[in-house]
């Protein structure tokens, strides 16, 4: 665009001669270019106004620096009270507050994500002690963990599961003060399947002790050396036990019995074996004393028959009255020897129905 030709003319420019403005110190401050000839009045009054505006700057700057402080100083006292809950109330917030991206922001998130993981642990913590107490308490065992001293004896009662309790006749917490030796006497050991056994006696506050077999465990609970005893009680099994051994004794006393009976049956029977040998034997003589008999009737009868004809013949001869006498006694005598030889027939049935049944 072309100068107005009315505009007044001025005069030129001096020349631009280069001056630098220094802060007094070891470090410059700034540094400004300004047209030489200026006055000294211009320049001081140049020189006061960027000193309050650097005032001004470094003002705002202290300003702004004292809010972030002020809410950085916020935060953490925010972060310090979810702290404080968690120590106090033992639950862990949700999340810390944060905003933008800052390293305060950073670090909450860190917070954040070690709070989460704080919850799982908890959480897990809470399921692991739920599943150990209702393990513990569900079981149908005696429970009983106690603490050891150097030696390896207990001292102390630590816990103990609900049937313990119940059949003790104690609360948790009054086995906390009593001493192990005066709920459980260990007796002696044994083997059985590669297992160490221990035969013992629960002892209730009321009633009669309670025969256990318990297994001994060395564990440590929280630090602490300790011992956990597994007690099962044996009371129905060892009554089973006397009952089988009661049964067994009357069983060999039953055989013993039947035993003794048996052999004075057999020593019976083989008397009555060698009464029936001999009463065979004396029938097979009586048999054959019977045989010899009917021969002997069959000869005697034949003896008596041949005399008798000649005392009858010599009778009839006679002319005596005393023949008649004779003669009577002859036919008395031919009777008897009928008489012997119907007996011996009948002997003869006899003995043919003895040797058929015999």
């Not at 007796?187 to 160490?196: L, Y």
């Not at 309670?210 to 011992?227: K, Q």
């Not at 001869?317 to 008395?332: F, G, M, S, T």
């Amino acid at each position: 665009m072309a100068p107005c030709k009315n505009a007044p003319l001025l005069p030129a420019a001096p020349p631009v001669a280069r001056c630098t403005l220094r802060a007094r110190g070891p470090a410059p401050l700034f540094a400004l270019a300004l047209p030489s000839g200026l006055s000294e009045e211009v320049l001081t009054s140049l020189g006061l106004l960027i000193a309050e505006l650097l005032l001004v700057g470094i003002a705002f700057g202290l300003l702004g620096v004292w809010l972030k402080e002020r809410e950085v100083a916020a935060r953490i006292a925010g972060m310090d009270a979810s702290f404080e809950g968690i120590k106090t109330v033992g639950s862990v917030p949700p999340r810390l507050p944060a905003i933008g991206g800052d390293p305060v922001s950073r670090f909450v998130d860190e917070v954040n994500l070690m709070l989460d993981e704080l919850e799982r642990s908890r959480r897990d913590l809470r399921e692991s002690r739920d599943r150990y107490r209702l393990l513990f308490d569900s079981g149908n065992d005696f429970l009983l963990v106690c603490a050891i001293g150097r030696e390896g004896t207990p001292y102390r009662i630590l816990d103990a599961n609900a049937l313990a309790c119940r059949c003790l006749g104690y609360a948790r917490e009054e086995l906390f003060s009593i001493a192990p030796g005066s709920v459980i006497l260990i007796r002696s050991d044994f083997k059985r399947h590669d297992q160490r056994l221990h035969s013992a006696d629960l002892i209730p506050r009321e009633g009669e002790r309670i025969p256990v077999e318990a297994s001994i465990h060395r564990i440590t609970l929280g630090g602490t050396p300790a011992i956990l005893v597994i007690a099962r009680d044996v009371t129905e099994r060892r009554r089973a036990e006397k009952e089988l051994m009661d049964y067994r004794y009357r069983l060999e006393e039953l055989v013993t019995q039947r035993t003794d009976e048996l052999r004075a049956a057999n020593e019976s029977l083989r008397h009555e074996m060698r009464e029936r040998e001999r009463m065979e034997r004396e029938r097979m003589e009586a048999y054959r004393q019977i045989e010899r008999n009917i021969e002997q009737f069959a000869v005697l009868t034949d003896h008596i028959r041949n005399p008798l004809q000649v005392v009858q013949g010599m009778a009839d001869l006679i002319d005596d009255p005393r023949a008649e006498k004779i003669q009577e006694q002859v036919r008395q005598i031919k009777a008897i020897l009928r008489q012997l030889d119907e007996g011996w027939v009948e002997s003869e049935k006899v003995r043919e129905y003895l040797e058929r049944y015999r």
